[in-house]
């Protein structure tokens, strides 16, 4: 497992003055693309091979949000490969011990230039050195949409949304979505599903959907096909 140690920066904190759900989605995505750089296949490599790791999707289990100041640990760690395909397992913890957080993504490798998903060489697997999956209770990649959507107020994609692969970042879609969350809504688990990059200018429309054990955000284009679907618990 690759870990690194941080401290909650005031910064990263919502108004209950604990880390913010999206800010654990930055620290998980700082994580592997630490561990990424440090065994040297990180945005550099990719981008000289014409190739990028691109987000599928999360589930995001929560335990406990820290608190400002709190010193915590974040460690992830390669699980599986399948085709062009990779599963990453992610947690967060405090100095002492306490699970915080912990998670389960699915990355696609691809071609940049060509859009296409590619298989990654054996190098480039062996060295993240596989370990086991971390013992949770894996939900399917693909979340199921509502019957019923509330439309709310279009937004428009921000130039400082944007990250090195010319799109925009995993974590703007999940602080869109949070924008049309009810303040009070206790989160336990998070799913993301990414269906399409959006790029600087597009305009997201946002459909909400509130169901009896779960609240869904879908982040659309015009013609309501979704750039990236959100799930509560």
């Known amino acids: 497992m690759y870990t690194f140690d941080s401290r909650i920066r005031y910064s990263e904190i919502d108004r209950s003055g604990r880390l913010s759900i999206p800010a654990v989605v930055d620290y998980f995505q700082d994580c592997s693309a630490f561990q990424s750089e440090e065994l040297g296949v990180g945005v550099e490599y990719?981008?000289?091979?014409?190739?990028?790791?691109?987000?599928?999707?999360?589930?995001?289990?929560?335990?406990?949000?820290?608190?400002?100041?709190?010193?915590?640990?974040?460690?992830?760690?390669?699980?599986?490969?399948?085709?062009?395909?990779?599963?990453?397992?992610?947690?967060?913890?405090?100095?002492?011990?306490?699970?915080?957080?912990?998670?389960?993504?699915?990355?696609?490798?691809?071609?940049?230039?060509?859009?296409?998903?590619?298989?990654?060489?054996?190098?480039?697997?062996?060295?993240?050195?596989?370990?086991?999956?971390?013992?949770?209770?894996?939900?399917?990649?693909?979340?199921?949409l509502s019957r019923e959507w509330e439309e709310k107020e279009p937004v428009k994609v921000q130039r400082s949304w944007i990250d090195s692969n010319d799109h925009v970042n995993n974590?703007?879609?999940?602080?869109?979505?949070?924008?049309?969350?009810?303040?009070?809504?206790?989160?336990?688990?998070?799913?993301?599903?990414?269906?399409?990059?959006a790029y600087e200018g597009d305009i997201l429309y946002p459909r909400y959907a509130r169901e009896e054990q779960r609240t869904l955000v879908a982040l659309c284009d015009e013609k309501q096909k979704p750039y990236a679907v959100i799930e509560c618990r």
Request: glycine share 4%; charged share 30%; aromatic share 12%.
């Open 46 to 144: 990719l981008a000289n091979k014409k190739r990028a790791w691109i987000l599928n999707s999360w589930q995001i289990i929560f335990k406990r949000c820290p608190e400002e100041c709190e010193k915590i640990t974040v460690g992830t760690w390669g699980s599986g490969f399948d085709k062009f395909h990779a599963t990453r397992n992610f947690i967060m913890k405090t100095t002492q011990g306490e699970r915080l957080a912990y998670a389960n993504s699915i990355w696609v490798y691809i071609n940049t230039e060509t859009g296409m998903p590619v298989r990654p060489t054996k190098e480039e697997i062996d060295v993240y050195k596989l370990e086991a999956p971390l013992e949770m209770e894996y939900e399917p990649r693909k979340i199921k």
């Open 171 to 197: 974590s703007w879609y999940v602080k869109t979505a949070f924008e049309q969350l009810p303040q009070d809504l206790e989160i336990r688990q998070l799913r993301v599903e990414y269906k399409k990059q």
